[in-house]
């Protein structure tokens, strides 16, 4: 009986050749290009500054303070929400539109203008709060492009190697990408985002005359990801060829009935099944997690966004660094156990994080102004970076793994799916939670048993994927 790897179609390019190389190259470019929307924009610079410009209108209004906080991380979490709940929604059917229509590079054009077209209008969100509602719409727009193009990218992963060089060159990429997130940070951080006293980290005033009073430098982080996300496209559009597939026609309904069909096989296609719920639920804790990392120090431990920023610097090259070695573990013994793993990492350090204040940790009093809380969120802050990097790019090796191989935009359409279809639930949770506690702390408590449902899916995942022939034929 053939296998899965054995059935898949051989890639555009022999990937020991040199056209072979800058294809890899250009693929791993957009992980590179992409990642300072989630370094910069959900995590670590737009996403506590939405917090604290919220937070502050609201305080405003006459609420106090974590009324005000829990108001903020409320608004920040139905955003998030909707986002997901369209992803969701829309995912399958591109990627079995893409499928059909036989090429993906169209959608990665269409949806890279969404991305810049909501990173350029973040821009607009004025400190005294003008534009919040419209900052938190353009926000997801850019969202919806960076997963949409995404899902069209990692369906060529496939064809880049043969199975046992999937995990490297994954994790390769994810490293990449963590890399350009933490340069990119490293240069917000150094030119533009403004201290108390209006100057950047390193004591000089914000480039090109913007104005620290109107807090342009830390605005600039839109205009900032739209320009870096456009020059080093270049090389992904340079180099990056699809492999030519047939055309079906029959458009939106074809595709609806693709995903259809696939959703009423997956009972008797039992591995999948597991994998794609199991990965539903600890990666939207995951990104609930990266979401709210930023504000949760912005609100429970009152850190300045260059606080934040270092925070993601180290949590970032901790990313690069363990992903690498995590892609060259994954070519040795298969995704399963490194996923297994970094699930119960995450997961220990969600509770260490839930019984942290600035006041005591796990109810241990600390002195007044002790600094342990923020070294210890920074030691949280790499383990979490270093863990969730290990754990996405696995994710993908093991999504390919169970790919039908005539049809692997439709699959990662329904990877996309599983990471969205409860997307609204961590931040609805952390919404609720936050909410019912009055303590944007405890809101966080959620995503512990999100991690653990997770875990307990995994049992039933093959951790071979799919190797019957008779799985993956619709």
Same mark, same amino acid.
């Given at each position: 009986m053939?296998?899965l790897a054995?059935?898949?179609p051989l890639p555009?390019y022999?990937s020991a ?5 800058r294809c ?12 300072p929307y989630?370094?910069?924009?959900l995590t670590?610079i737009?996403?506590?500054y939405?917090?604290?410009?919220a937070a502050?209108?609201?305080l405003g209004?006459?609420l106090?303070?974590q009324?005000?906080? /829990? ?14 709940? !369209? ?10 539109l893409?499928?059909n229509a036989?090429k #993906?590079?169209?959608w ?6 969404f991305y ?14 003008a534009?919040?509602?419209g900052a938190?719409i ?6 919806i492009?960076a997963?949409? *193009?995404?899902i069209f ?9 043969? @199975?046992d060089? !999937? ?6 990429g994810? /490293?990449?990408g ?5 340069l990119?940070?490293f240069?917000?951080?150094l030119?533009f985002?403004e ?8 004591g000089?005033?914000p480039?090109?005359?913007l104005?620290?009073e109107? #807090?342009?430098g ?7 990801i739209?320009?870096?996300y456009?020059?080093?496209?270049i090389?992904f559009?340079?180099?990056? #060829?699809?492999?030519?597939r047939?055309r @079906?026609?029959?458009g ?5 009935n693709d995903?259809?069909?696939?959703l009423?096989?997956?009972?008797r296609?039992?591995?999948l099944a /597991?994998?794609?719920?199991?990965s539903m639920?600890?990666r ?5 997690l990266y979401?709210?990392?930023?504000t949760?120090a ?7 966004i260059?606080q934040?920023? !270092? ?8 990313s ?5 070695i995590?892609?060259?573990?994954d070519?040795?013994?298969?995704? @399963?156990?490194?996923?297994i793993c ?7 350090v969600?509770l260490?994080?839930? +019984?942290? *204040? #600035?006041e005591?940790?796990?109810? !241990? ?9 923020d ?7 790499a ?9 996405q ?8 793994r169970?790919?039908?191989?005539? @049809?692997?935009?439709?699959a990662?359409g329904?990877? /996309?799916?599983s +990471?969205k279809?409860t997307?609204?639930?961590g931040p ?8 019912l506690?009055g303590?944007?702390?405890l809101?966080?408590l ?5 991690f ?5 899916l995994l049992?039933?995942?093959?951790p071979?994927g799919v190797t019957?022939p008779?799985?993956v034929?619709?």
């Amino acid at each position: 009986m053939k296998t899965l790897a054995a059935r898949r179609p051989l890639p555009p390019y022999d990937s020991a050749s040199p056209e072979g190389k800058r294809c890899i190259w250009g693929w791993w470019a957009f992980d590179w290009a992409s990642q300072p929307y989630f370094t910069l924009g959900l995590t670590f610079i737009f996403g506590p500054y939405f917090a604290s410009v919220a937070a502050e209108y609201y305080l405003g209004t006459g609420l106090d303070e974590q009324a005000a906080d /829990a108001r903020a991380q409320s608004l920040w979490s139905l955003g998030q929400t909707v986002t997901g709940v !369209i992803i969701a929604i829309c995912a399958p059917i591109l990627g079995a539109l893409a499928d059909n229509a036989g090429k #993906r590079m169209p959608w990665v054009i269409a949806f890279s203008l969404f991305y810049v077209f909501g990173a350029l209008s973040l821009w607009f969100l004025l400190p005294d709060g003008a534009f919040l509602t419209g900052a938190l719409i353009a926000f997801g727009i850019g969202l919806i492009g960076a997963e949409f *193009t995404t899902i069209f990218t990692n369906s060529l992963l496939p064809e880049l190697g043969k @199975k046992d060089e !999937i995990g490297r060159i994954s994790g390769t990429g994810y /490293a990449w990408g963590y890399a350009g997130g933490v340069l990119a940070l490293f240069i917000m951080l150094l030119l533009f985002v403004e201290q108390d006293g209006g100057r950047t980290l390193i004591g000089l005033a914000p480039p090109f005359g913007l104005d620290p009073e109107a #807090r342009e430098g830390t605005r600039a982080v839109g205009p900032f990801i739209a320009i870096w996300y456009v020059i080093f496209m270049i090389p992904f559009a340079l180099w990056v #060829r699809e492999a030519p597939r047939a055309r @079906k026609p029959g458009g939106v309904a074809l595709a609806i009935n693709d995903i259809i069909t696939v959703l009423k096989s997956l009972p008797r296609r039992i591995s999948l099944a /597991a994998y794609l719920g199991s990965s539903m639920f600890y990666r939207d804790a995951l990104v609930a997690l990266y979401t709210f990392g930023g504000t949760y120090a912005t609100l429970v431990l009152n850190w300045s966004i260059t606080q934040v920023g !270092i925070f993601g610097i180290i949590a970032a090259i901790t990313s690069a660094v363990t992903t690498w070695i995590g892609g060259i573990v994954d070519g040795r013994v298969g995704p @399963k156990p490194i996923i297994i793993c970094m699930i119960l990492t995450l997961m220990a350090v969600c509770l260490f994080i839930l +019984g942290m *204040t #600035r006041e005591a940790i796990w109810g !241990i009093a600390l002195p007044e102004g002790s600094g342990i809380p923020d070294i210890a969120f920074f030691i949280c802050g790499a383990i979490i970076g270093g863990a969730g990097g290990v754990l996405q790019a696995s994710s993908r090796t093991m999504m390919v793994r169970h790919a039908s191989p005539d @049809k692997p935009t439709e699959a990662f359409g329904l990877y /996309a799916l599983s +990471g969205k279809a409860t997307s609204f639930l961590g931040p609805a949770l952390i919404l609720l939670a936050t909410s019912l506690s009055g303590d944007a702390r405890l809101g966080m408590l959620p995503l512990v048993f999100l991690f653990a449902i997770g875990l307990v899916l995994l049992f039933w995942v093959n951790p071979e994927g799919v190797t019957d022939p008779k799985e993956v034929s619709q």
